[in-house]
Every structure is written in structure tokens, then in C-alpha cells.
């Protein structure tokens, strides 16, 4: 199946610092990619739309200026984190749709803890 | 909007079947997944429903009635690992978006 990388895996940051996520598709093109937060024992919840070459959907309650998405590829989406505080620990997947497979392929998340 | 309900937790004995419900009511409907999730892992692909019926893949089966807005997730022959959180998700509007719902924790005892 299709592949799809995140870095880093994982992360510690002091309050107030911004972190970047980058999501790759490895073997396939990809023009949307789709964010996601999950907090502990919760499900996953869709933060933004990223495509290729516009600007990203974010789903309401999401700040987009805190929450900044980057698709400048079709291999590359990147989520930065800007002034992240602690209730902005989480796990944060990417994934996206490789159309032959009729499936959403996940990135294997990062964890984002802030101090 | 959108709804996507499941049961929070089941608990199920090894060997045994398990049904895991689903119902859904979304502005849209491209199609139904299930995908099972570890703690701390990505979720991982199941099945796909689009319509109506049984999808049947080894030990997991899936269903799927759109007019009841309706799916559940069915697993035979239960082992320890099949211990998890066991995720519904809906395709649902512009770009093929994934609407997941809040998952349900199986937890398989000996």
C-alpha cells in the first residue's frame, strides 16, 4: 500500500515555541492531505484540509493562525505550531488518499508534548 | 451536521465474536470505513463499505445499511491482540473528508 512518513515522531517543546510537522507521501502524489488531533482516549479530530498550491480549510474552532499548513509540494504538507502551550499536547496524524486503493493512508503521528 | 456514534467500551472473551455498532447521520456519504487503532499508533485500515451489505475479510466482517444509516463491525474467533480501539469513520463532503467517530475500546480477556 501507499506509504505516508511523518517527522519528527516525537517532541518536547517549552511553552511559547513553535513547532514544525512535516507529512510526506513517499510513492504517490498527493494534492490533499488532511490533518488530524487526537488527545488521550479520544478519537481523531480533523484540524485542517491541505492543498497543493491554495490555502488550507480548517474545520470550524480551529485558529489557522496558530494551526499554519504549507502544501508546497504534492509529496509535502507541513503543520507548524506556532506559541504552543501545553494544551496543545497531543497526537498529531496527517494522512491522505491515494485514489487506486480506495483507502486513507495515515502517517504513524507525532507526539507533541509542550513543558 | 455531522454524527457519528459508537459505544465507548465493549469487553469481549478470546475466541468469541463481537459486534461493534455504528450509526451515522452526515451532511453527506461517500462511503464507511472502520479501522482499528493501538494506543499511541495511527489507525489501520479494516474495510470499506460503500454499499449495501457484508464485506467479509478474514476474521472481520462489516456492514453497511445507508437507507438506517447503519454499519457495525463484526469480529470472529477473538484474540488478546485484538485488543484496541476500533475507530467508524465516514466520507463526507468536498475533498473526500473523514469524519471519524469517538471509537470504541474492546477489551478481550482470556
Known amino acids: 500500500g501507499a506509504v505516508v512518513s511523518q517527522h519528527p515522531s516525537r517532541v518536547i517543546c517549552k511553552s511559547g515555541t513553535s513547532v514544525k510537522i512535516e507529512c510526506r507521501s513517499l510513492d504517490f502524489q498527493a494534492t490533499t492531505m488532511f490533518w488530524y488531533r487526537q488527545f488521550p482516549k479520544q478519537s481523531l479530530m480533523l484540524m485542517a484540509t491541505s492543498n497543493e498550491g491554495s490555502k488550507a480549510t480548517y474545520e470550524q474552532g480551529v485558529e489557522k493562525d496558530k494551526f499554519l499548513i504549507n502544501h508546497a509540494s504534492l509529496t509535502l504538507s507541513t503543520l507548524t505550531v506556532t506559541s504552543a502551550h501545553p494544551e496543545d499536547s497531543s497526537f498529531y496524524i496527517c494522512?491522505?488518499?491515494?485514489?487506486?486503493?480506495?483507502?486513507?493512508?495515515f502517517g504513524p503521528g507525532t507526539r507533541l508534548t509542550v513543558l | 451536521g455531522q454524527n457519528i456514534d459508537q459505544p465507548t467500551e465493549m469487553t469481549a472473551t478470546e475466541g468469541a465474536i463481537v459486534q461493534i455498532n455504528c450509526t451515522y447521520q452526515?451532511?453527506?456519504?461517500?462511503?464507511l470505513f472502520w479501522y482499528q487503532q493501538h494506543a499511541g499508533e495511527a489507525p489501520t485500515f479494516l474495510s470499506y463499505n460503500v454499499l449495501d451489505g457484508l464485506e467479509e475479510k478474514g476474521r472481520f466482517s462489516s456492514f453497511l445499511s445507508r437507507s438506517k444509516g447503519y454499519s457495525y463491525l463484526l469480529l470472529k474467533e477473538l484474540q488478546m491482540k485484538d485488543s484496541a480501539s476500533y475507530l467508524c469513520?465516514?466520507?463526507?463532503?468536498?475533498?473526500?473528508?473523514?469524519?471519524f467517530g469517538a471509537g470504541t475500546r474492546l477489551a478481550v480477556h482470556p
Open positions: 452526515t451532511s453527506g456519504f461517500n462511503g
Open positions: 469513520a465516514v466520507i463526507s463532503g468536498g475533498y473526500n473528508k473523514l469524519i
Open positions: 494522512s491522505s488518499w491515494e485514489g487506486s486503493y480506495n483507502e486513507q493512508f
